[in-house]
């Protein structure tokens, strides 16, 4: 098993571009999520998903948009960059609720992002 | 709501050194609680976890032990290594939806 997977691990971007960051899970696990993390500022969560098809915004979504068109991918779109949105990236996955394993987050290795 | 505020580094100790990393949360319910550590260009590893209250969570020689009564989920270890050199994050997970709360990390460097 691969886990979780993102794509790509850097980019830079100027003030105003766009792009969608990718992330992959091969654990068939339902829930996603999409996590920036700052320098003292641990990881705020920016949007998650509950499956297939479902999204729904974090403590910080502003900015950013999501889609889960197949319940092993998960993507975060910028639409419009901005410096203040200069982070790292991370993605995370995990089991229902209903699920024993369900206690463990499993997270992706992060990307990279700085704006211009 | 929920809230977890962690000890402030970086955290520098000399190998066979004690390690404690403070962790307190403030919680509805009744939360999880866990460790989790990021190695230098990785994402975050969970190192151990507790469920509820006095359960004490153990793993590659870490110990914390889940305090209800003081709010409070400590990270020690008896005698670090210089592999043990990472960011170590305490999080508490709420009853909706499973998301996790995280402080904000505590620097470790350990040398040999």
């Known amino acids: 098993n691969a886990g979780v997977t993102q794509t790509p691990k850097f980019r830079v971007l100027k003030t105003g571009q766009s792009m969608t960051l990718l992330c992959a899970q091969d654990?068939?696990?339902?829930?996603m999520y999409w996590y920036r993390q700052d320098p003292g500022m641990g990881l705020r969560l920016i949007h998650y998903?509950?499956?297939?098809?479902?999204?729904a915004k974090g403590e910080v979504p502003d900015g950013y948009n999501v889609s889960r068109l197949k319940k092993q991918n998960f993507l975060l779109g910028l639409e419009s960059a901005a410096p203040s949105q200069t982070s790292v990236y991370f993605c995370?996955?995990?089991?229902?609720?209903?699920?024993?394993?369900?206690?463990?987050?499993?997270f992706g290795p992060g990307t990279r992002l700085t704006v211009l | 709501g929920n809230s977890v505020t962690q000890m402030e580094g970086p955290v520098t100790l000399s190998e066979e050194a004690f390690l404690t990393i403070n962790c307190t949360y403030t919680?509805?319910?009744?939360?999880?609680l866990f460790w989790y550590v990021q190695y230098p260009g990785e994402g975050l590893q969970l190192l151990l976890k507790?469920?509820?209250?006095?359960d004490k969570g153990s793993n590659k020689g870490f110990e914390a032990t889940y305090r209800k009564e003081t709010t409070s989920f400590h990270l020690e270890k008896g005698s670090v290594q210089v592999s043990d050199s990472a960011v170590y994050f305490c999080?508490?997970?709420?009853?909706?939806?499973?998301?996790?709360?995280f402080g904000r990390g505590t620097q470790l460097t350990v040398w040999p």
């Open positions: 919680a509805t319910g009744y939360p999880s």
């Open positions: 999080a508490l997970r709420g009853s909706t939806l499973g998301r996790l709360y």
């Open positions: 654990m068939n696990h339902e829930y």
């Open positions: 998903s509950v499956g297939e098809g479902t999204t």
């Open positions: 507790a469920t509820k209250a006095d």
């Open positions: 995370a996955s995990r089991y229902p609720p209903d699920r024993a394993e369900y206690n463990e987050q499993f």
